[in-house]
T-cell receptor
Framework: KAGVTQTPRYLIKTRGQQVTLSCSPI?????VSWYQQTPGQGLQFLFE???????NKGNFPGRFSGRQFSNSRSEMNVSTLELGDSALYLC????????????????FGQGTRLTVV | AQKITQTQPGMFVQEKEAVTLDCTYD???????LFWYKQPSSGEMIFLIY??????QNATEGRYSLNFQKARKSANLVISASQLGDSAMYFC????????????FGSGTRLSIRP
C-alpha cells in the first residue's frame, strides 16, 4: 500500500510570507502528527490530529497551525515566516496514535524541506 | 517528564561487524513503547523495531534487535553484520501510554559503515 506522502518536497519562501504543507497518511490511518527537524533542536513535536481533531500540541508559537480533513489528509500552516523556521518538516501517520502497541508505530513521509530566506 | 538520551553523536564501524547504539529513557508511566528509526540522507524516517514496556522478550526484526533492560531504562539497538547501506542517522523514540501521547525522540546517532 502507498506510504505517507508529503508535498511539496522542497520549498523556498521569503521571511514574512506564509506556507502550507500537505500530508496524506497511509490509507486507514487516522492519526497524523507533525514534527520539525533542525540541526540545533533535533526532532520536535508540533501537533497531532486524530479524526479531524487536534489531540496534542507541542510548544510552538501560534504561527504554526494545522488541520485534518475527513479523509485524514492533514495540512500544516506557518504564517509570518522567520529565518528560524527553516527546517525539515516531517509528517507521521499511525493507525490509532493512542496507547502503546505496535499499532501506534508511526510511519513517516519523506518530509518537506523548507528554506526561509 | 519523558526523556530520551542518546550519548553517541557518531560511530564508525567496519562492514560486517555488529554495532550497538545506546539509548536510555526516563518516564514515570508504567506503560510505554520504545521505537528505533533510521534516517538516511534522503530525510525519510524508516521504522526499524518496536518494544513495549510489558513485553517479556527483546524485540527482533531481521538484523535488528533491541536489548531492553527495563530496570536500567535502557533500550539499545543492535545491528548484526552491518552493511554499507546501514550508514544513516538512528533515532531512539518513546511514546507513553496515555491518550494523545506524543512520540519524543533522542538526539540521534550518526552511524558510518566503513568498507
Amino acid at each position: 500500500k502507498a506510504g505517507v506522502t508529503q508535498t511539496p518536497r522542497y520549498l523556498i519562501k521569503t521571511r514574512g510570507q506564509q506556507v502550507t504543507l500537505s500530508c496524506s497518511p497511509i490509507s486507514g490511518h487516522r492519526s497524523v502528527s507533525w514534527y520539525q527537524q533542525t540541526p540545533g533542536q533535533g526532532l520536535q513535536f508540533l501537533f497531532e490530529y486524530f479524526s479531524e481533531t487536534q489531540r496534542n500540541k507541542g510548544n510552538f508559537p501560534g504561527r504554526f497551525s494545522g488541520r485534518q480533513f475527513s479523509n485524514s489528509r492533514s495540512e500544516m500552516n506557518v504564517s509570518t515566516l522567520e529565518l528560524g523556521d527553516s527546517a525539515l518538516y516531517l509528517c507521521a501517520s499511525s493507525f490509532s496514535g493512542q496507547g502503546v502497541s505496535i499499532d501506534t508505530e508511526a510511519f513517516f513521509g519523506q518530509g518537506t524541506r523548507l528554506t526561509v530566506v | 517528564a519523558q526523556k530520551i538520551t542518546q550519548t553517541q553523536p557518531g560511530m564508525f564501524v567496519q562492514e560486517k561487524e555488529a554495532v550497538t547504539l545506546d539509548c536510555t529513557y526516563d518516564t514515570s508511566d508504567p506503560s510505554y513503547g520504545l521505537f528505533w528509526y533510521k534516517q538516511p540522507s534522503s530525510g525519510e524516517m524508516i521504522f526499524l523495531i518496536y518494544q513495549g514496556s510489558y513485553d517479556q522478550q527483546n524485540a527482533t526484526e531481521g538484523r535488528y534487535s533491541l536489548n531492553f533492560q527495563k530496570a536500567r531504562k535502557s533500550a539499545n539497538l543492535v545491528i548484526s553484520a552491518s552493511q554499507l547501506g546501514d550508514s544513516a542517522m538512528y533515532f531512539c523514540a518513546m511514546r507513553e501510554g496515555g491518550i494523545a501521547s506524543k512520540i519524543i525522540f533522542g538526539s540521534g546517532t550518526r552511524l558510518s559503515i566503513r568498507p
